[in-house]
């Protein structure tokens, strides 16, 4: 009986050091998977903080685009003589600034450690549906159209003293201009206004997207930042 009895305690001792061998053990592992969660949050916030700073550097600039757009639509509606500084309108309402930056997308292969199963959804769309899609915004077909029709009815101004186009130094005039080669013409022409109704069309249609997609990267971090405890800067 007293053998019996030995036995039993040693087999519970046993049973207790291999249950805390084993919450130890569980214990480090979930640390471990903590630190490589955090850290993969802290590297997708600041990749997603990066993506911001173009996000919206790209959308200052098609509202800047958007903005000549407007000028040269009320001067042509109120038949108003040629301005020098309309060159650069000219210039700035058919640029296309998507080449000008490419989407980070390495937060993608991190998501799968992210133990909250909402926010790592919610970062997954962000990633394959939201930011992949922005840089496709393509219109080839008007593209040519634009091309074609400024070499024939433009002459090109540049002056290189006077700024660039540069994703971070866009509030600078631009390098180059386009001046008609006859103003009062390109007032009337149904061809340049067809032109110039289908950027505004494009160029509203990218505003939209760029104003959803930075207002899901904002809400996105924001989320990380209540998670984690992480400034996303």
Same mark, same amino acid.
């Given at each position: ?45 600041? =990749? ?46 058919? @640029? ?9 997308? @390495?937060?993608?292969?991190? *998501? ?52 660039? *186009? ?58 990380? =930042? ?8």
């Amino acid at each position: 009986m007293k053998t019996q009895t030995k036995i039993n305690i040693a087999i519970g001792v046993v049973a207790t050091i291999l249950l805390f061998v084993f919450m130890t053990y569980k214990q480090v592992e979930k640390g471990k998977h903590k630190k490589l969660e955090i850290e993969a949050l802290f590297s997708i916030c600041y =990749e997603l903080n990066r993506n911001l700073v173009d996000l919206n550097s790209e959308l200052s600039s098609d509202m800047k685009s958007l903005k000549s757009y407007k000028k040269i639509d009320s001067i042509f509606k109120l038949d108003l003589a040629y301005r020098d500084e309309l060159k650069y309108d000219f210039y700035l309402v058919i @640029q296309d600034y998507g080449s000008y930056f490419d989407i980070e997308t @390495q937060g993608i292969s991190r *998501v799968n450690v992210i133990k909250d199963d909402t926010l790592g959804v919610n970062i997954r769309e962000l990633y394959k549906y939201d930011l992949r899609s922005l840089p496709i915004i393509r219109y080839s077909d008007l593209d040519i159209d634009i091309r074609e029709y400024y070499q024939n009815h433009f002459k090109i101004f540049e002056n290189k003293q006077e700024g660039d *186009v540069s994703l971070r130094n866009r509030n600078k005039l631009p390098s180059k201009g386009y001046k008609p080669n006859d103003f009062e013409r390109l007032k009337n022409d149904p061809h340049y206004r067809s032109i110039l109704d289908k950027l505004l069309k494009r160029r509203n249609h990218k505003i939209n997207m760029y104003k959803q997609t930075i207002h899901k990267v904002e809400k996105t971090m924001r989320r990380i =930042e209540n998670y984690t405890g992480i400034v996303c800067i």
